[in-house]
């Protein structure tokens, strides 16, 4: 089950680069495999520490489990377990997007605000005009099973869901039986890809400070930064276990 995945405090990573990820899931597109995947990152890697639950679900139920920060990248190199490249949920969103345009794919987007996910739809609509963007709805949904009935009744091929993390991977873990889809779990994507939020400059991205970043322009995300120094402690007595 995990051959040749990284194991960072009990999250199991797949040794993917970027492009040999990108064809991983051309090819599940064009087979119609359903996938899910799961973008973690040290925050996430912490939170499935503590709720086994949800480590199950992404252990044993994900296909694919990326990256997504470069805390990850930095724990997996101290262990000596080192992982090819960051592959951002950012990122993979909008490869999906670009590669449902070059397909005229079929695509459901699922989450954050009414505002965020109308400005997101929007932007799918105008720029990505080949793609058939068969439903959209915000996260604050009172009636679940409409949402899932509604991608039941759509077949997506590619289902994008930013619920935040874990309520976004609970969600795909019961219902992906819906629609043969790639379904990910994107968190903050959508407020970045509708133009609510600026992404860190690339200088900033390629320094891996893309967290402080965020920080600076959001300071109320003090209490959820305090997992980074928590995880790289966790992440050096466990090298300390391995020597």
Known sequence: MHNNKVNILGTY????????????LIDDIKNKNNRFIVTPNPEIVLNARDDKNFQNIINQNADYVIPDGIG?????????????????????TMFLIEEANKQGLKLYILGSTNEVITASANRIKSEFSNVKLVGYNDGYFKDEQKIVDEIKEKQPDIVLVALGSPKQEIFINNHRDVSDAIWIGIGGSFDVFSGT???APKIIQKLGLEWFY?????????????????YLRLINQEKKKNM
């Open 214 to 230: 965020r920080f600076a322009i959001e300071p109320s995300r003090f209490i959820r930064m305090l997992a980074i120094p928590k």
């Open 72 to 92: 990850i990248i930095k724990g997996a190199n101290k262990l000596g377990t080192p992982l090819p490249e960051r592959i951002t949920g950012f990122d993979t």
């Open 197 to 199: 939020k600026k992404r």
């Open 13 to 24: 990573f797949d040794n993917f680069t970027v492009e040999s990820f990108h064809q991983q």
